[in-house]
Structures are given as structure tokens and as C-alpha cells.
């Protein structure tokens, strides 16, 4: 079952990661991996069985699936993906279904009928109670706009979140309640109070908002959705890279203490001519680790810029002032001048953001196929080096 989990989480994975449409902000593999991980946390403290936690751990997996096919009816589709993954991994007809009904629970007026029914919809709404709950919902909303051509202002948008959070939601397990429960309280009470400055001072909050636009030839403040698009993509690029530099790392160090017991322990044998039938698989062995050595270092090696840009550059919108490895070289005085001129031009502010994520991505693609290369080295190096040694040592039997 353990097995079937890990293909269940890869297939998923790739789904959500090739197949969804870039609209989807909030149903996507960051949702999907928040559910898995509190439906997790419920499932140890309400004591399911291995089964049980097995087949909600699936369940969650792929209950957002079915947006890469349509909108309206995803908890279908999800089903319809979940079915024809499983059997094509033979599970049993009853967990199938078991699994199936757990993705159908998710439907916004389902009732639930079971314990693992009753955390699948909580750890679904576990954002509800979390500290970030208002940057989430505002990806719901622009997510709305984007699929459903659903646009509400911003006394709409909180109306709905205070119906759904006092009317329409409820925690069905004791542990949810006692986990999100309090936080739930506290997100009510500040949307509450955000609706309150909002109704009874609607005219100084547009004043506000006023004072707070630039002059003439200034750019608007973004939505609240943007901001938090480019904020959450911003991380999660920056998390990515991260997790990339640290795989290079355990690589980079695993294969240099593999090199340094070779030359200490394997090398200085091969002077003896009893033991030459060892310098081809050694040789195989080093070059390999060397190899996924050199790979690593490529992975996490800088690359800086000229650092440098002129106001030709910055006229013409050809220079993007939010990477520093195009002003690292700049006087602070020259660098002001150019961030005034972009902080004026809406459409030149907004290019800068798109590149600056569209070249980190461009710098993680790089990472990520060196680093795959590097582990495919790797693995392959270990295993001829094995066979070598194998065959090394059959023939030196005979001999």
C-alpha cells in the first residue's frame, strides 16, 4: 500500500503540475499538499486504521484533480481520474471505492457519513483556521475572476467569507474544532471588523485609498490578488531553489567522502600486481563519483551579471531593476533614478515582476535537469561500478 501511496502522490503531482491551467492559484498543488498534510494530522489523532489512513492519504491526493478537466464538476472528474489510476495499479474494488466516496465527501453539501468522511472536508477547510487565512482567500477570489469570470468588490468578497465562516462551515471532528477552532474565531472576528471600517466609513477608506495612488502618471496599487500571486510564486520559486541546493549539497558531499575513502583505502592497493584486476572497476568508480561531483558544483554555481545598465536601457524598458545582478555595479544615485522612472510606469513595473519570475524559472529549470543528470550518474556509476567489481573479482577467482 506504502508503494501504491508514492505512485498515487507522483501521478497527482504531475497532473496538477503539467496538466492544470495556470489560473488555478488556489486549487492547485500548494491546496492539494496542504490537505494531504492536515488529513494526515487528523487521521493520528482520531486513531484510523492503517487502511483507513492509507485510502484517505490517496483520497486527498486526488480530490482536485478533476479541475484539469472541468470546473463545475471536478469531484467527478477527480473520481473518474482516481478510478482509472487505481485500477491500473490493480487496487482492490472496495478500496477503490472507499477512496472514490472520500473525493465525492468534498462536495460543498455533501454530508458526511463516516470518520474519515469527516476529516477529508475538514482538512479541506483547514486554511479556515490558520494564521494566513486572509492571503489564501484572496487567491480563491482572484481565482474566480480568472475562471468563472466571477468579480466581487471588496464589501462583497467580505460578506462572503463572513457567511460562509459563521453559517456555512463547521468543523465535523472534535480534534478540527480544537486544532482550528480558535484561530476560525479570530479570522471571523477581523473580517467582521474589516466589514464594520468598511460600511461606516466607506468615504475616508476612499479617500484613503486616494492618498495612496500616485499622482498623475503614477502608477494604481495592485489588487490584493496580485500582490499575493507575485508574493506566493515569488516563495514558492525561492523555496524550489532551495530544495535544489541542498539535494547538489548531500549529492556534492556524499561524493566527496567517497572519493577520499577510494584514494586513502582502494588506491594504494592497486601498486600490488595481485590486485590489478581492481584498477578497471576502480576506475569506473572514481570517474563516476567525480563526475556527479563536477555535476553538483555546476548546479549550484552563481552566475553574476555584467551588473551594469545605462538610461537608454531604462527609456526603452530593456533593463529589469529587480534583479541585482543587472545593478550591482551602479552608483545609488543612478540606481534611484532608474527605480523613480519604473515605479512610474505601470506597464514597465509590471514586465519587470513577469521577468524577474520568468528568468528565476528559467534558473531552476537549469538546476533541476543538471541536478537530475547528476543523480542519473550517480545511480548509474554505483551500479556498473558494482558489476565491475562483480566480474573483477570472479576473474581474478579463476585466474
Not at 478540527?176 to 479570530?186: E, I, P, T
Not at 468598511?198 to 500582490?227: H, M, V, W, Y
Request: hydrophobic share 40%; net charge positive; charged share 25%.
Amino acid at each position: 500500500m506504502d508503494k501504491l501511496i508514492v505512485e498515487a502522490e507522483k501521478y497527482a503531482t504531475t497532473l496538477l503540475t503539467e496538466a492544470l491551467d495556470a489560473s488555478f492559484i488556489y486549487h492547485n498543488l500548494t491546496h492539494t499538499l496542504r490537505v494531504v498534510e492536515k488529513a494526515k494530522e487528523l487521521a493520528e489523532q482520531c486513531s484510523l486504521t492503517d487502511l483507513e489512513k492509507n485510502i484517505l492519504t490517496i483520497a486527498t491526493w486526488f480530490h482536485d484533480t478533476g479541475y484539469t478537466k472541468n470546473v463545475k464538476k471536478h469531484e467527478e472528474e477527480s473520481v473518474a481520474i482516481a478510478k482509472a489510476f487505481l485500477s491500473s495499479q490493480n487496487c482492490p474494488e472496495n478500496n477503490i471505492k472507499a477512496v472514490c466516496d472520500l473525493i465525492l465527501a468534498t462536495t460543498i453539501n455533501h454530508i458526511p457519513q463516516n470518520l474519515s468522511e469527516k476529516i477529508i472536508r475538514d482538512a479541506d477547510c483547514a486554511h479556515i483556521g490558520s494564521k494566513n487565512y486572509i492571503e489564501v482567500s484572496e487567491l480563491l477570489r482572484k481565482e474566480w475572476e480568472l475562471t468563472c469570470n466571477k468579480t466581487l468588490t471588496e464589501l462583497e468578497w467580505l460578506n462572503e467569507n463572513i457567511n460562509f465562516l459563521s453559517t456555512k462551515h463547521k468543523f465535523h471532528t472534535n480534534q478540527a474544532a480544537l486544532n482550528w477552532g480558535k484561530r476560525k474565531s479570530k479570522n471571523l472576528s477581523e473580517l467582521l471588523k474589516a466589514k464594520k471600517k468598511l460600511d461606516i466609513d466607506s468615504k475616508k477608506l476612499k479617500q484613503k485609498k486616494e492618498a495612496l495612488t500616485f499622482k498623475k502618471n503614477k502608477i494604481e496599487l495592485p489588487e490584493r490578488g496580485i500582490e499575493t500571486m507575485f508574493r506566493v510564486t515569488l516563495k514558492n520559486h525561492i523555496t524550489l531553489s532551495n530544495i535544489a541546493d541542498t539535494k547538489a549539497n548531500i549529492l556534492l558531499s556524499v561524493n566527496a567522502i567517497i572519493v577520499s575513502l577510494v584514494l586513502a583505502n582502494l588506491i594504494p592497493k592497486l601498486d600490488n600486481p595481485s590486485n590489478h584486476y581492481l584498477i578497471i572497476p576502480t576506475a569506473i568508480f572514481v570517474l563516476a563519483t567525480v563526475t556527479s561531483i563536477i555535476l553538483s558544483v555546476l548546479a549550484t554555481r552563481p552566475n553574476v551579471t555584467s551588473g551594469e545598465f545605462n538610461k537608454e536601457d531604462v527609456v526603452n524598458k530593456k533593463v529589469n531593476l529587480l534583479f541585482f545582478g543587472n545593478f550591482h555595479k551602479m552608483s545609488l544615485k543612478d540606481f534611484e533614478w532608474a527605480m523613480g522612472e519604473m515605479m512610474q510606469d505601470k506597464e514597465y513595473l509590471y514586465s519587470s515582476m513577469k521577468k524577474d519570475l520568468y528568468f528565476l524559472g528559467l534558473v531552476l529549470n537549469k538546476k533541476y535537469k543538471i541536478l537530475r543528470l547528476t543523480y542519473s550518474v550517480f545511480m548509474i556509476g554505483i551500479i556498473i561500478s558494482v558489476i565491475a567489481f562483480t566480474i573483477a573479482f570472479q576473474y581474478s577467482g579463476r585466474v
